[in-house]
T-cell receptor
Framework: NAGVMQNPRHLVRRRGQEARLRCSPV?????VYWYRQLPEEGLKFMVY????????ESGMPKERFSAEFPKEGPSILRIQQVVRGDSAAYFC???????????FGPGTRLTVT | AQSVTQPDIHITVSEGASLELRCNYS??????LFWYVQSPGQGLQLLLK??????LVQGIKGFEAEFKRSQSSFNLRKPSVHWSDAAEYFC???????????FGTGTRLQVFP
């Protein structure tokens, strides 16, 4: 069974460009979570989505960041007009029915130059 | 405020020695507690979790953790460390009416032969 897949694994963007991070949950999981890990810090919750719905976006920056989890296809975390402070590892997790038992992907490491 | 504190940023032990990684939490609801391990460049792997019941929980790779409500702690232990245990370890808490996990800043474990 494939686990949570994230791509790309590494992404380099120049300031002002857009970054799109993709997450394919474990097959059969309909709940997706995004977390951000800044250098030397723990993971910080960003957003929780079910198919076609945002359930909790309390950790998302108010501007430039958006997330979606369409009926078909992967979940997308989109960062517009990236700045150096967006450089971080972005982890996606999934769970079958919601809840706290979350399975994490390998992460996307975003570097903004 | 809800938080997780891992007071040891970096721990070094010799292979074969015992290990204890500390975790203290502050949480407003009944806490569900987790330990994750992250190898360099990898995602997070769940070592063990505590939801209820026996306060001493067994996990994978020979790890165990003890929930002590009176001390708001959930320390991770292993009786004999292997070189392959070198990694970063994260404690996390969740529960109540939210599905988001709150992570500590991590403890980096180094193992000497």
């Amino acid at each position: 069974n494939a686990g949570v897949m994230q791509n790309p694994r590494h992404l380099v963007r120049r300031r002002g460009q857009e970054a799109r991070l993709r997450c394919s949950p474990v097959k059969g999981h309909s709940h997706v979570y995004w977390y951000r890990q800044l250098p030397e810090e723990g993971l910080k919750f960003m957003v929780y989505l079910q198919k076609e719905n945002i359930i909790d976006e309390s950790g998302m920056p108010k501007e430039r960041f958006s997330a979606e989890f369409p009926k078909e296809g992967p979940s997308i975390l989109r960062i517009q007009q990236v700045v150096r402070g967006d450089s971080a590892a972005y982890f996606c997790a999934s769970s079958p029915l919601g809840g706290l038992e979350q399975y994490f992907g390998p992460g996307t490491r975003l570097t903004v130059t | 405020a809800q938080s997780v504190t891992q007071p040891d940023i970096h721990i070094t032990v010799s292979e074969g020695a015992s290990l204890e990684l500390r975790c203290n939490y502050s949480y407003g609801a009944t806490p569900y507690l987790f330990w994750y391990v992250q190898s360099p460049g990898q995602g997070l792997q769940l070592l063990l979790k505590y939801f209820s019941g026996d306060t001493l929980v067994q996990g994978i790779k020979g790890f165990e953790a003890e929930f002590k409500r009176s001390q708001s702690s959930f320390n991770l232990r292993k009786p004999s460390v292997h070189w392959s245990d070198a990694a970063e370890y994260f404690c996390a808490v969740g529960g109540g009416n939210t599905d988001k996990l709150i992570f500590g800043t991590g403890t980096r474990l180094q193992v000497f032969p």
